[in-house]
């Protein structure tokens, strides 16, 4: 089992940049994927990074070149930084974890375990 929990969200200018951290407790972290997804009011929960056991990064376009995802098993933690943030970022932010193939990484439904989530907010 995995608990996952999320810190370093608030609120930054247009531009600016943050860094997220999610936390995991469980000895079994080094075996899952790790993913990070957004959701603004009113939208649908969407993908925004994801990566890999083994380390590999993927990225959705909207937010490819900007943000950049790590993780540290030694830490047991997973980081999202944000930089060039755009008030179209502005969303809760959740951690999520699960064992995952590659061609899964971008759909929520293939993740087990979940961050309560922090919020980011861009202003203009």
């Known amino acids: 089992q995995v608990q996952l929990v999320e810190s370093g969200g608030g609120l930054v200018q247009g531009g600016g940049s943050l860094r997220l951290s999610c936390a995991a407790s469980?000895?079994?972290?080094?075996?899952?994927?790790m993913g990070w997804f957004r959701q603004a009011p009113g939208k649908e929960r969407e993908f925004v990074a994801a990566?890999?056991?083994?380390?590999?990064?993927y990225y959705a376009d909207s937010v490819k070149g900007r943000f950049t995802i790590s993780r540290d098993n030694a830490k047991n933690t997973v980081y999202l930084q944000m930089n060039s943030l755009k008030p179209e970022d502005t969303a809760v932010y959740y951690c999520?974890?699960?064992?995952?193939?590659?061609?899964?990484?971008?759909?929520?439904?293939?993740?087990?375990?979940w961050g309560q989530g922090t919020q980011v907010t861009v202003s203009s």
């Open positions: 999520a974890a699960g064992i995952i193939y590659t061609e899964g990484l971008g759909q929520s439904s293939h993740y087990d375990y």
């Open positions: 469980g000895r079994t972290f080094r075996s899952y994927a």
């Open positions: 990566i890999s056991w083994s380390g590999g990064t």
